[in-house]
């Protein structure tokens, strides 16, 4: 009897003891500012009757756990002061003996009352960590309305006639759907074409650049993004828009846009065909593959040659002329394999036809003279191009990851110009004429590749990374010049004339070779250091041949003077250290990179070496403060060297302009470049209320600068010098407030104000020129977005100053005024009324007799018909009053110049649309 006690007294015991083996563990944490809630109490209760089981204190590091505890239903409980309680209920039993909170992300009480703001409903808008998210399902949406239109309806977060995107105060930059990029990284394909009915949430957040986003080490490269998240159902099926419009004097635009999703698939194309200017070739890479120079250098100090001179017509559209655009694509992106593996791609083909009539006056100031020029320019370019781009991404393992990405252009363009000029004295006498035509043609093949190789070490922080990357850019030009420049004495009688008729082939080729690794290294909790190493091979060619005619039409004689053969070949080695700081919500950057160059460039025909061995020096500092997700404050400093061009060390010898001919300096230093900027900006969710000040200083040392020397006949030699004894300088500031008003009807008012100002210099005929320009605008602005009306309006002067030390008496400054307004507001029976309008006046000043003002309204009705909507039938006037005249005015140097140009101006349009939408389980419309 007694060992059957025993026996059952051990049972009992073991039985009580395996009971007493399950454990809970988590970290209190507020994510918001990176803290630790040491000594935050911590309860376990019955979940049957809420008696108190376990109590504890978070240690130093948040850390709690409990150990030892039975089967059945609790609570656990988090208080801290100022901290909103957490609760949170769980279970243990035989199959769950364990449970781990990991990071609870405690709420103050004060950020919990900002996520209980709009129209009573607690979920319309959440702040977690960084990110503002915004429910689509909070905001009513009218049938077929897009992304754009639910983004106007969130509060602080505006979108202008052009799609532009500002959020909280900053320019958004990227538009993602479900993380990844929607026909690359052009934000209104996917705000103007995505059904607003299709998205769950909108998340605002800064995102980080690839490399600090591995690393976790803030190097303060952000750009301002949405991700529009989709709803799940939404996943499934196609949708899309067909627009068809023709209107008077042959107007005409036709847009078709088709989306199929499948899961992770999405499908997409576009295509679009007008001569309104709005469907123009707005592609984001057009800078990076346009024309740019013969030559250009980059921070830090790399040469790199382009395809482009002024036979060039480049094929972009700048509201210049009559544009004739057709453009296309189609998109692909897909993740398999537990989305371990994933690909995006795109291609675009697309063409444009510009025809622009232009006329260009030119005042230039002289120490004791004043040449006028007015010419007239007319122009039509030509333009065709592909691009096809991929990226693929791979996880290898939880450690390490590989990305891939390559892309590649081709592109043919012509280009025609024909160009008269006459240039007259200060007192209207003749002197110069000047005829020129000329034509080109240009093939050029642009690819690019990437691979960037992540690896995670296992001491937590430490990483490294590797970058390779080829950039391949060849272009083939051939085109004519004729020239004829006749010039003239005071008494207006001929005193010579040049002719010139030449045939120029031109061939260039870039073949940049690099790499790039990267390690990060954690000293401390709160201080990491990455330093890298960089090593970029460079191969320049660049091969001018011209011919001049023998006769009329056959040009068979070399002309060695304006031909040039360049082979540059250059050897970078960059080395760099940064520390960065961060504990709480500081975080402190501070290091520097150096670049050593070695560069060796020959001149084939002329047989000159030019051999330079230079270093740059690359500081950087920054100090961010961020009192809370909605309040930042920051400043920093970079530093970086401005090595002369091979253009201005060594031009190119070109005569295209005989009027205007460079000259190269091999005495050149470099210059130094100092930039700061600070940046402050709260915003409160509650009121829409937003208060930011933005400001940036740049001066630079030793500065290049172009030293020029005009002759009595107007023909005008280009130099440049190092500036001594000098400082230029620019500036820029921007103050901005604005906040939504409930007693005006939930209206959102705000005023800014913007001001900037430079002083560069030059000289002209061995004088010292100085030039100062400043402007400062105030601006009202107040907004709107119910559900069926809506506005947007802005309306301010602004002051400006224009003026050189040369001829201070015909400076230009005066008060201009800009205003523009958009509104739409509906009808009964489906009837949409919409209207923008934008003035501006320029006043007349010493340099220009009259003043410029101009009053541009569009108006459109559109009539929707079935249940759905689906079906549109729009009357739309462009330029009402006519007055959409091309017109522009700058200053720069000792130079001060008008254009006027063709544009697009009145006409009217019907247009037809028809929105298709199967998606989910959503019905088919009409």
């Known amino acids: 009897m007694k060992r059957t006690l025993l026996l059952l007294a051990l049972i009992l015991t073991f039985s009580v003891a395996r009971s007493q083996t399950n454990s809970i563990k988590g970290v209190a944490a507020d994510l918001s500012s990176n803290a630790k809630l040491h000594n935050a109490t911590v309860s376990v209760l019955n979940a049957k009757d809420s008696t108190l089981y376990k109590f504890t204190r978070a240690n130093a590091d948040g850390n709690f756990s409990f150990q030892n505890m039975k089967n059945g239903n609790f609570i656990l409980l988090i208080t801290y002061p100022e901290y909103a309680d957490f609760v949170n209920k769980f279970s243990l039993d035989s199959a769950n003996k364990s449970f781990d909170f990991k990071v609870i992300d405690m709420k103050t009480k004060a950020k919990l009352l900002n996520e209980v703001i709009i129209k009573g409903q607690a979920a319309a808008i959440k702040i977690k960590g960084d990110t503002t998210e915004f429910n689509a399902s909070a905001y009513k949406i009218q049938p077929n309305d897009r992304v754009e239109d639910l983004l106007k309806k969130f509060p602080g977060v505006t979108v202008d006639a052009q799609g532009k995107i500002t959020a909280q105060g900053k320019t958004v930059e990227k538009v993602l759907v479900d993380g990844e990029e929607f026909f690359g990284d052009d934000p209104t394909l996917v705000t103007k074409n995505l059904r607003a009915d299709m998205v769950d949430k909108v998340q605002l957040f800064e995102k980080s650049s690839d490399q600090a986003a591995f690393t976790g080490v803030d190097d303060g490269q952000k750009k301002q993004t949405l991700n529009i998240v989709l709803k799940e159902d939404k996943k499934q099926g196609y949708f899309g828009k067909i627009d068809a419009g023709y209107g008077t004097d042959d107007f005409y635009q036709v847009q078709a846009m088709f989306n199929k999703f499948k899961k992770?698939?999405?499908?997409?194309?576009?295509?679009?065909?007008?001569?309104?200017?709005?469907?123009?070739?707005?592609?984001?890479?057009?800078?990076?593959?346009?024309?740019?120079?013969?030559?250009?250098?980059?921070?830090?100090?790399?040469?790199?040659?382009?395809?482009?001179?002024?036979?060039?017509?480049?094929?972009?559209?700048?509201?210049?002329?009559?544009?004739?655009?057709?453009?296309?694509?189609?998109?692909?992106e897909n993740k398999w394999n537990n989305d371990k593996e994933s690909i995006n791609t795109n291609y675009k083909a697309g063409s444009l036809n510009v025809k622009i009539n232009k006329n260009t006056i030119n005042q230039r100031n002289l120490p004791d003279a004043i040449f006028n020029t007015n010419s007239t320019a007319n122009t039509e370019n030509d333009m065709f191009r592909q691009k096809i781009d991929a990226t693929y991404n791979i996880k290898l393992d939880t450690t390490s990851n590989l990305k891939v990405t390559i892309d590649g252009t081709l592109k043919n363009s012509e280009s025609d110009v024909i160009d008269n000029s006459v240039g007259r004295r200060g007192d209207n006498s003749l002197l110069n004429t000047a005829d020129r035509k000329t034509d080109n043609k240009t093939?050029?093949?642009?690819?690019?590749?990437?691979?960037?190789?992540?690896?995670?070490?296992?001491?937590?922080?430490?990483?490294?990374?590797?970058?390779?990357?080829?950039?391949?850019?060849?272009?083939?030009?051939?085109?004519?010049?004729k020239s004829i420049n006749n010039f003239f004495d005071e008494n207006e009688d001929l005193t010579s004339t040049e002719k010139i008729d030449q045939l120029k082939d031109n061939s260039i080729l870039t073949n940049r070779l690099s790499s790039n690794v990267t390690f990060t290294e954690p000293l401390s909790k709160s201080l990491s250091l990455v330093a890298n190493y960089g090593l970029t091979y460079t191969i320049n060619k660049a091969d001018r041949i011209t011919y001049d005619a023998s006769t009329p039409g056959v040009y068979d004689q070399f002309n060695s003077e304006f031909s040039n053969n360049f082979e540059a070949d250059q050897l970078l080695n960059q080395v760099g250290a940064i520390f960065n700081y961060k504990k709480g919500k500081t975080v402190i950057n501070l290091g520097t990179k150096t670049s050593f160059i070695n560069f060796d460039q020959t001149e084939v025909y002329s047989n000159q070496r030019l051999k330079r061995n230079f270093t740059n020096w690359l500081p950087q500092a920054s100090y961010q403060y961020k009192f809370s997700a909605q309040k930042s404050f920051s400043i920093n400093y970079n530093g970086s060297n401005t090595q002369p061009s091979v253009n201005q060390l060594q031009p190119v010898r070109t005569n295209d302009d005989p009027l205007n001919i460079v000259e190269g300096n091999d005495q050149l230093k470099p210059a130094y470049n100092n930039r700061f900027n600070i940046r402050y900006n709260t915003y409160k969710v509650l009121t829409s209320r937003n208060f930011y000040v933005s400001g940036g200083f740049n001066f630079t040392n030793n500065q290049i600068v172009s030293n020029n020397t005009t002759d009595d006949g107007g023909k005008t030699t280009y130099r440049t010098v190092n500036l001594e004894d000098k400082l230029p300088y620019n500036y820029n500031a921007y103050v901005g407030y604005s906040r939504k008003f409930a007693f005006l009807g939930n209206i959102n008012a705000g005023l800014n104000l913007g001001g900037n100002g430079s002083r560069s210099y030059n000289y002209v005929n061995g004088n010292l020129n100085t030039t100062d320009n400043q402007s400062i605008s105030p601006s009202l602005n107040l907004s709107s977005y119910g559900d069926k009306n809506q506005f947007y309006m802005s309306f301010g002067p602004r002051y400006f100053v224009q003026e050189a030390s040369l001829q201070k008496q015909t400076n230009n400054k005066g008060w201009g005024y800009n205003g523009y307004m958009d509104l739409s507001f509906k009808l009964p029976k489906k009837i949409t009324i919409r209207s923008d309008a934008e003035y501006t006046y320029q006043p007349s000043s010493a340099s220009f007799d009259n003043s410029f003002e101009r009053f541009v309204i569009n108006a459109a009705v559109t009539k929707a018909f079935f249940k759905e909507e689906s079906l549109k039938l729009m009357f739309s006037a462009n330029d009402i009053l006519k007055q959409n005249v091309g017109f522009s005015r700058s200053a720069s140097t000792n130079s001060i110049t008008q254009t006027s140009y063709n544009n697009i101006s009145r006409y009217f349009m019907f247009s037809l649309i028809w929105d298709f939408n199967k998606m989910g389980g959503a019905p088919k419309t009409n």
């Open 264 to 332: 992770k698939e999405k499908i997409a194309g576009y295509f679009t065909s007008s001569n309104t200017g709005k469907t123009g070739l707005g592609w984001d890479d057009a800078n990076k593959y346009g024309s740019s120079g013969n030559m250009e250098v980059t921070d830090d100090g790399m040469i790199f040659m382009s395809s482009s001179d002024e036979l060039d017509g480049g094929g972009r559209y700048w509201g210049e002329g009559i544009p004739i655009a057709h453009n296309g694509g189609v998109h692909y």
């Open 443 to 481: 093939k050029q093949q642009v690819f690019n590749l990437s691979a960037f190789y992540t690896k995670k070490l296992k001491k937590a922080g430490r990483n490294f990374s590797i970058n390779l990357s080829q950039a391949y850019n060849k272009s083939n030009s051939d085109g004519f010049l």
